[in-house]
């Protein structure tokens, strides 16, 4: 581990340590907790959280992610009750935490039936629609909202907030849990957690699931429910909804199994010792659409967003601001290496992109989905993103810029030469691709080696998914 990450997932146990007596109903809350918005706003925390002294600061010291990972497989293992009898005849339940379940519609439609699932939301929408009384999703899914299952227990919430304020005087001089804003912020976790559990209990009692389908369990919402699953022995399955880009959005793990996208995900998790039942290769079932006949024409497209079809024509990924003195330098190289266009997809969308003002041949997207754009260009540039693979799946060509968050996995660094910290190095290779054929070859064929690892071919992922859920609700 680097300096940062030692930190890091030392700090993370001094927390669990520290306050791991703060229970309710038997369950450690700091277990619960998303860690790392405990100090979004401590911006000097953050900052020494690469600095090589920040470890004297601290009572514990973790040396390796493996023993990290350790504390949750057995605070996860202390909890699942293997008693309790299975509801085999129950439903499928699907909990799209903090919106990154990302099943399109048409895969809800052909693989989860009414009859046979339904949806876990947090709280009603103002404009829900219903159907003989029960609310429904737009695919026609039952939808049951955890806020239902409350109650009022503000004399439990009180009691706890008290024995956290007690600890907390104990640790005035902390680095995190000294400081204010780790107090409001750990304050409100718990009063929402204590009710979640609440939330938990009283749903999963009146409600037949047979299992619950996640769509992370990073976030307090979604990680609560997982655990009082595990003790109603009620199986759990975790989707991958990126890329492991960055470790902190997928470690610690806690579901029963996580689906995931290739080998590499199945490598990387094993590596923090977990065991080889619990990661299962299933893909993502969006990932089902990529490859569906294109519905727009190249010339449509072309038409609509007012660019040269003679000319070749790339996709370039961007995220908001991010990185733009590297775009604006990428774009300026690329119009030196000769003609193309540039077509800018951003997330969030916007339109036209401020990148659009200084170089004539890149224009926005518009509304076009990424799937309606991949089989109309001839190439993609991204930073270190899901889409890379999502184009690679496409059969497009990827180069990508080199912006590592302090925690990058090394995800695609197999790729070699694809992936450039220099924007001007990296259009010289998008360049040298399509005016080198043994280079080109060179690169397809590095793409494809990394595909057949990344994301294996096969079956659908949606009938992956659909045969896990059977696998498990039967065991």
Known sequence: ?????????????????????????????????????????????????????????????????????????????????????????????????????????????????????FVIRDVRGKNTQKTNGIPKTAEGLPAYYLIDYDESIDDKVDAILKQVATIMKKYKTHPLFGHVTFKDAFNNQVERIVHRIVESYNMISQLPISCIVFSSTHYYQSRTLAIVAAKHNIPTICMQHGIIGSENGYMPKVADVDAVYGQFEVDWFMGLGVSKESVRIVGHPRFDLINQSAKVTRQKVHEDLGIDGRKRTILLIVRGNAYMKYWRRLLKALEQWGPCNVIIKDQPPRTPHPLTDNFPFAVSSKNYHLYTL?????????????????????????FLMSTPAPTYSGYYDTLGQMIQDDPEGLAHIVHRYFNDQKFKKKVDSKSKKFLSYAYPNGETSGKKLTTLIQEMIKE
């Not at 100090?39 to 390796?64: A, C, G, M, P, R």
């Not at 991949?374 to 990827?398: C, F, H, Q, R, W």
């Open 1 to 117: 581990m680097d300096t940062f990450e030692r930190n890091f997932w030392s700090l993370y146990k001094e927390f669990l340590e520290v306050f791991k007596d703060v229970k309710f109903r038997g369950i450690s809350i700091p277990y619960l907790c998303h860690f790392r918005s405990l100090f979004t706003n401590h911006v000097e925390l953050k900052k020494n959280l690469s600095s090589d002294s920040f470890i004297n600061h601290l009572s514990y010291q973790v040396n390796d992610k493996k023993s990290f990972q350790k504390l949750f497989t057995e605070f996860k293992a202390s909890h699942t009750n293997r008693k309790v009898p299975r509801n085999k005849d129950g439903k499928l339940a699907l909990y799209n935490a903090a919106n990154l379940l990302r099943f399109p519609s048409e895969i809800v439609i052909k693989y989860f039936k009414p009859e046979e699932t």
């Open 374 to 398: 991949l089989p109309n260009v001839d190439a993609v540039v991204a930073y270190l993103s899901t889409v890379g693979l999502e184009a690679m799946i496409a059969g497009k060509p990827v």
